[in-house]
């Protein structure tokens, strides 16, 4: 069964700092891992994926397969950062994600 | 420009009394999923379908039963709800298989039991 584990449930760091949400996942295959983001107020919605390789709102995360971790970066967080992290998964041919239980970030001033 | 809206936002309830939350999409996307998040918690999944084909979660108590009558709206309909249903419902969708397995989430329904 696949399985993704978000170790912290809050993560507080002030603006400035960088910023580190960890991101396990256990499942033999070649999985496609997924970060979603949820402002307060507002859906949740993707925030990148890692097969696009790609930096979104200075995000980054990379797909570790000897560590099986999704770590997702950002060098210099910011207030407006503030959210709930999700990480998830969707493996082989299956299309249904499976979601980590989250983790929150607050970026003091 | 929503693409998946859930109604309502909340939704109070008594204990036992019928409950239908709703869902519709404007993306014309395969799947649409139901999702049970309590607090502190991950998504959990419910059920899906992938066009007309309803798929159980195997834990999915049978209080909860939905429905799909077309490809935009899909309703998660609780028999009786008991005070441990009380959370947050989501509804996504996504492409389904041979595409983009990204999924888009609607606000989500809170459920309150009294």
């Known amino acids: 069964a696949q399985r993704v584990t978000q170790p912290e449930k809050l993560l507080s760091v002030f603006k400035g700092a960088p910023v580190e949400l960890k991101c396990n996942y256990s499942?033999?295959?070649?999985?496609?891992l997924f970060w979603y983001v949820q402002y307060s107020r507002q859906r949740l919605q993707l925030l990148l994926r890692?097969?696009s390789r790609e930096s979104i709102k200075g995000f980054t995360a990379d797909l570790n397969k000897g560590e099986t971790s999704f770590h997702l970066k950002k060098p210099f967080a910011q207030e407006e950062d503030s959210a709930m992290y999700y990480c998830?998964?969707?493996?082989?041919?299956?299309?249904?994600?499976?979601f980590g239980r989250g983790t929150s970030l607050i970026v003091h001033p | 420009d929503a693409m998946v809206i859930q109604n309502p936002r909340y939704q109070v309830t008594q204990f036992g009394k019928p409950v239908t939350l709703s869902c519709s999409q404007t993306?014309?996307?395969?799947?649409m999923y139901w999702y049970q998040q309590k607090s502190s918690q991950a998504p959990k999944l419910l059920f899906h379908y992938y066009d007309k084909d309803f798929n159980n979660e195997a834990d999915t108590p049978d209080n909860f039963q939905s429905r799909r009558p077309n490809t935009s709206f899909c309703f998660l309909d609780i028999r009786s709800p008991g005070l441990g249903d009380a959370a947050m419902y989501l509804c996504a969708t996504s492409r389904g298989a041979g595409g983009k397995t990204e999924a888009f989430f609607g606000q989500g329904t809170r459920l309150t039991v009294v």
């Open positions: 993306l014309n996307h395969n799947v």
């Open positions: 890692h097969i």
């Open positions: 499942y033999s295959g070649s999985p496609e």
């Open positions: 998830a998964l969707t493996s082989g041919g299956s299309y249904i994600p499976t």
